[in-house]
Protein backbone atom coordinates (compact mmCIF):
# COMPACT_ATOMS: atom_id res chain seq x y z
CA UNK A 1 0.00 0.00 0.00
CA UNK A 2 0.83 3.49 -0.27
CA UNK A 3 2.16 5.62 2.29
CA UNK A 4 -0.70 7.90 1.36
CA UNK A 5 -3.65 5.37 1.53
CA UNK A 6 -2.47 4.47 5.39
CA UNK A 7 -2.01 8.07 6.38
CA UNK A 8 -6.12 8.84 5.19
CA UNK A 9 -8.16 9.09 7.72
CA UNK A 10 -10.86 6.56 7.05
CA UNK A 11 -14.48 8.13 7.89
CA UNK A 12 -15.39 6.02 11.08
CA UNK A 13 -19.06 5.11 12.26
CA UNK A 14 -19.19 9.27 13.78
CA UNK A 15 -18.67 10.26 10.06
CA UNK A 16 -21.59 8.17 8.58
CA UNK A 17 -23.46 9.38 11.38
CA UNK A 18 -23.15 12.87 10.79
CA UNK A 19 -24.24 12.43 7.21
CA UNK A 20 -27.32 10.65 8.28
CA UNK A 21 -29.79 10.89 10.54
CA UNK A 22 -27.84 13.74 13.07
CA UNK A 23 -27.98 16.04 10.10
CA UNK A 24 -31.61 15.63 10.07
CA UNK A 25 -32.11 15.95 13.09
CA UNK A 26 -30.22 19.21 13.39
CA UNK A 27 -32.11 20.87 10.83
CA UNK A 28 -35.51 19.63 11.96
CA UNK A 29 -34.63 20.96 15.49
CA UNK A 30 -33.67 24.50 14.22
CA UNK A 31 -36.69 24.91 12.07
CA UNK A 32 -39.13 23.42 14.79
CA UNK A 33 -37.44 26.24 17.38
CA UNK A 34 -38.26 28.65 15.13
CA UNK A 35 -42.59 27.94 15.01
CA UNK A 36 -44.52 30.50 16.47
CA UNK A 37 -45.89 29.14 20.15
CA UNK A 38 -42.87 26.63 20.48
CA UNK A 39 -40.80 27.37 23.81
CA UNK A 40 -38.67 24.29 23.49
CA UNK A 41 -37.91 20.86 22.96
CA UNK A 42 -38.35 17.66 25.39
CA UNK A 43 -37.18 14.19 24.65
CA UNK A 44 -40.22 12.86 26.55
CA UNK A 45 -40.30 11.52 30.38
CA UNK A 46 -37.88 8.48 29.36
CA UNK A 47 -35.48 10.85 27.38
CA UNK A 48 -36.56 8.09 24.11
CA UNK A 49 -37.35 11.37 21.71
CA UNK A 50 -33.65 11.88 20.98
CA UNK A 51 -31.25 10.95 18.65
CA UNK A 52 -27.57 9.57 18.53
CA UNK A 53 -25.38 11.93 17.22
CA UNK A 54 -21.23 12.68 17.82
CA UNK A 55 -20.62 14.38 20.48
CA UNK A 56 -24.14 14.08 22.46
CA UNK A 57 -28.05 13.50 21.63
CA UNK A 58 -29.90 15.83 19.80
CA UNK A 59 -33.16 15.83 22.41
CA UNK A 60 -36.55 16.63 21.42
CA UNK A 61 -35.70 15.24 17.92
CA UNK A 62 -36.25 11.09 17.04
CA UNK A 63 -35.00 10.12 13.48
CA UNK A 64 -35.69 6.75 12.75
CA UNK A 65 -36.31 4.50 9.31
CA UNK A 66 -40.21 4.76 9.98
CA UNK A 67 -40.35 8.72 10.49
CA UNK A 68 -39.57 11.22 12.53
CA UNK A 69 -41.18 11.86 16.28
CA UNK A 70 -40.77 15.53 17.67
CA UNK A 71 -42.01 16.23 21.46
CA UNK A 72 -42.39 19.69 21.76
CA UNK A 73 -43.12 22.24 24.83
CA UNK A 74 -45.73 25.01 23.81
CA UNK A 75 -46.64 28.67 24.94
CA UNK A 76 -50.14 28.86 26.28
CA UNK A 77 -50.38 32.06 24.38
CA UNK A 78 -50.67 30.35 21.12
CA UNK A 79 -53.79 27.53 20.53
CA UNK A 80 -51.86 24.44 21.13
CA UNK A 81 -53.65 22.55 17.57
CA UNK A 82 -52.10 25.70 15.71
CA UNK A 83 -48.70 25.16 17.43
CA UNK A 84 -48.94 21.36 16.52
CA UNK A 85 -49.77 21.87 13.16
CA UNK A 86 -46.97 24.18 12.29
CA UNK A 87 -44.54 22.04 13.87
CA UNK A 88 -46.08 19.13 11.52
CA UNK A 89 -45.36 21.18 8.42
CA UNK A 90 -41.73 22.56 9.82
CA UNK A 91 -40.90 18.87 10.00
CA UNK A 92 -42.21 18.10 6.40
CA UNK A 93 -40.42 21.00 4.85
CA UNK A 94 -36.95 19.77 6.72
CA UNK A 95 -37.56 16.26 5.61
CA UNK A 96 -38.34 17.65 2.18
CA UNK A 97 -41.02 15.32 1.11
CA UNK A 98 -39.43 12.45 2.01
CA UNK A 99 -41.27 9.58 3.10
CA UNK A 100 -41.98 8.01 6.77
CA UNK A 101 -44.90 9.78 9.43
CA UNK A 102 -44.12 12.32 11.47
CA UNK A 103 -45.74 12.17 14.60
CA UNK A 104 -45.57 15.57 16.82
CA UNK A 105 -46.00 14.72 20.52
CA UNK A 106 -47.05 18.06 22.84
CA UNK A 107 -45.08 16.94 26.18
CA UNK A 108 -45.82 20.07 28.06
CA UNK A 109 -47.17 23.74 28.17
CA UNK A 110 -45.88 26.83 29.57
CA UNK A 111 -47.06 30.35 30.28
CA UNK A 112 -45.42 33.19 28.05
CA UNK A 113 -42.40 34.46 29.05
CA UNK A 114 -41.43 31.04 30.85
CA UNK A 115 -38.97 29.58 28.31
CA UNK A 116 -38.08 26.03 28.93
CA UNK A 117 -34.64 24.78 28.15
CA UNK A 118 -34.58 22.60 25.41
CA UNK A 119 -33.32 21.81 21.97
CA UNK A 120 -29.73 21.41 22.72
CA UNK A 121 -27.32 18.55 22.47
CA UNK A 122 -26.75 16.17 25.82
CA UNK A 123 -23.39 15.87 26.17
Not at 34 to 44: I, M, N, Y
Not at 77 to 99: F, L, Q, S, Y
Request: aromatic share 0%; glycine share 20%; charged share 20%.
Amino acid sequence: MSEDRLSSPSPGPSAAAERGPAVLARRIRGRVLAVPGVSGLSAGPFGATATPAPGGRIEGVAVRGGGVEVGVVVSLGRPIPDTATGVHEAVRAAVRGGGGRVHVSVEDAVEDGNVREGGGEAG
